[in-house]
């Protein structure tokens, strides 16, 4: 008999992260011991392609942080929304990979994200400038994510697939979260008080917690299913 368990929580009820516990499934509540599990879909965090940075942009004394961006529509909402006495300062536009941006003030640019644009660090007032900007080749913050289980007893589980203290990697996942891959797990142990919690890989391929918290809003899903 299969059962599957859908791990689905907003941001503010996983402590705004992706954590939810993992209820015993009916029927198998003392027999986890030689049950098979295996990941089967995932709605996660999109991988974020620019971190955090504070004083991002600078003009005319004001200073601007910017915030996580996920999208090249994000980096354009940023610019877009900078504005200093109540008068917008930029007006940015992406396609087919050409950022624009376009001053009606002089805007010093952070070295990463002038980097990032391919522009110089200082932008003259009433400037447009263009660049070739493809995210698909930019280095990924990311290579992907790690779902675990956590918890008492969930070491038991036969993997060839990392292990940590009280951790079990059960699905190790690419940018695009497919599911179609993982392999089904077997249960040694009968774990007891456990959660499943998502984490970012890093490109070194240590694996560390989401670099973001979700907002409020936000949801993630995951869904185990148990045979």
């Known amino acids: 008999m299969s059962h599957q368990i859908h791990l689905i929580r907003t941001g503010s009820a996983s402590s705004n992260v992706c954590s939810a516990g993992v209820p015993t499934p009916l029927g198998i509540t003392k027999l986890w011991t030689d049950k098979k599990i295996r990941v089967v879909d995932a709605t996660l965090p999109k991988i974020p392609i620019i971190f955090e940075l504070p004083g991002a942009v600078v003009s005319g004394g004001a200073t601007f942080d910017m915030p996580v961006i996920y999208t090249m529509s994000g980096l354009v909402n940023f610019f877009d929304g900078l504005t200093v006495g109540g008068v917008r300062i930029a007006y940015a536009f992406y396609s087919n990979n050409e950022f624009e941006l376009c001053t009606t003030a002089a805007l010093t640019l952070a070295p990463f994200l002038a980097g990032f644009l391919k522009y110089p660090t200082s932008v003259a007032q009433n400037?447009?400038?263009?660049?070739?900007?493809?995210?698909?080749?930019?280095?990924?913050?990311?290579?992907?994510?790690?779902?675990?289980?956590?918890?008492?007893?969930?070491?038991?589980?036969?993997?060839?697939?990392?292990?940590?203290?009280?951790?079990?990697?059960?699905?190790?996942?690419?940018?695009?979260?497919?599911?179609?891959?993982?392999?089904?797990l077997k249960f040694e142990n009968t774990p007891t008080s456990f959660y499943a919690s998502v984490y970012f890989i890093n490109v070194d391929g240590t694996v560390g917690p989401l670099a973001v918290p979700l907002a409020d809003v936000d949801t993630f899903e995951v869904v185990i299913e148990v045979t």
């Open 127 to 184: 400037t447009c400038l263009s660049s070739h900007v493809d995210v698909a080749e930019w280095p990924s913050m990311y290579t992907g994510y790690s779902i675990q289980l956590v918890g008492s007893g969930v070491r038991g589980i036969t993997t060839d697939l990392t292990t940590f203290e009280n951790h079990q990697t059960v699905a190790v996942l690419g940018p695009t979260a497919d599911c179609s891959q993982t392999p089904w």
